[in-house]
Every structure is written in structure tokens, then in C-alpha cells.
């Protein structure tokens, strides 16, 4: 893979940017319209709070006191809501500048999406990639065993035919004694003069092929 080898910082893209497909979720009006439904809220309770304070509370009424720490924890968190809110209005701002796109004109999840949509997309091509190695792999696993499957077959045959040889040989030497036995010729003739002659034998049976050959060219 080309980028293992010239760009391996490229494959850590998605480590990188692994907070991305939630910004592809958002949507910077409709979240706007909720910290606004929020405020409002927030709003009524304080109202209530107020008109609560004012009336005569019956005994061990404590919707006052509980609703006042309420508000105080709940503005305070509002109030950092807020301020995250700004700043991820003027960081996307900027991020829509950096790329050439106008302020206005284009909602997160539509910018955002567009490079969630790359990163998958380079995840699967990826993993294509991984799966393609992984088989040429296999493939050349598969060759190498097949071969040296070939190669001993290949040995023990020869191995079944130098054998089958050797016990032919054998066997010629062995029916030469046999006869040698019945004629009583291996009482007044060693053994190796009784090979010598089936050597002879032979010979002699090539001899006479050749000059039957020779005969049938001539005619």
C-alpha cells in the first residue's frame, strides 16, 4: 500500500479526526432553538420563583429554597452553555473561511459530512486493501505448499522406480540360480562366473538384434 510506505501519518487520519461523524450530526439552528427553548425555561422557573417568595409559604413548604439552588446551579451551567456555544459559532466560522466557504450558507452536519462521508469511504477502501493482501497471501501460501507437494510426490516416485529396479535385478540374479541349481552347474561354476555369463547372455541377445536390424535395412 502506497501509504504504509510514502505516507504512514495519512493511515492515523481517522484517530485524528475521530470526533468528526458527531459533527456531521449537528445542526447550528436547530441547536440555537433548543439553548433557546433552555433559556426560556430557566426564565419561567426564576418568574415562579419570584411569585413564590412573595406569597405566604404554608408550613415546611421548601419549593423555595430547593428552587432557588436549582436556579443558581442551573443559570451558571447556562451561562457556560452559552459561552461554548459562542465559541463553536466562531471556530466553525473560521473553519468554513479556511476552506472557502461563505458564513451563512452552509450548516455543520452539510460542511462536516462531506469529510465524515471521505473518511469512511477510506476506511472500506482501506480495508478492501487489507482484505486483497490478505489473500494474495493466501494465494501465494497455497502455491508454495502445492509445489512442495509436487516435489515430494516427485522424490518418492523416483524413489518407487529406483527400487522397483533394483529389486528386478535382483530378481534375475536370483532365477539364474536358481537354474544353475537344477542343472547342477553351480557345483563346478562359482557365482560370479555364472553372472559373467548372464552378462554374456545378454549381450549376445543385443547382438542379435542389431544384425536382425541390419538385415531387414539391407532388404
Known sequence: MIFEKNYPDILDIQSE???LPEAAKVNLVELEKEVNNIKTGLKAVEAELDYQKRRVRESGDR???????FITVASFSFSELEDLLNEARDKYAKALKH??????KMQPDEFFGIFDTFLQSFAEAKQDL???RKKKEEEERRA????MLKEQREKERRQKKAKAGSISEEGGEFDDLVSALRSGEVFDKDLSKLKRNRKRSGNQGLETSRERVVTKLNY
Open 17 to 19: 479526526l475521530q470526533h
Open 99 to 104: 476552506f472557502g466557504e461563505s458564513e451563512g
Open 130 to 132: 487489507e482484505n486483497m
Open 144 to 147: 508454495r505448499m502445492e509445489a
Open 63 to 69: 419549593f423555595v429554597p430547593v428552587m432557588s439552588d
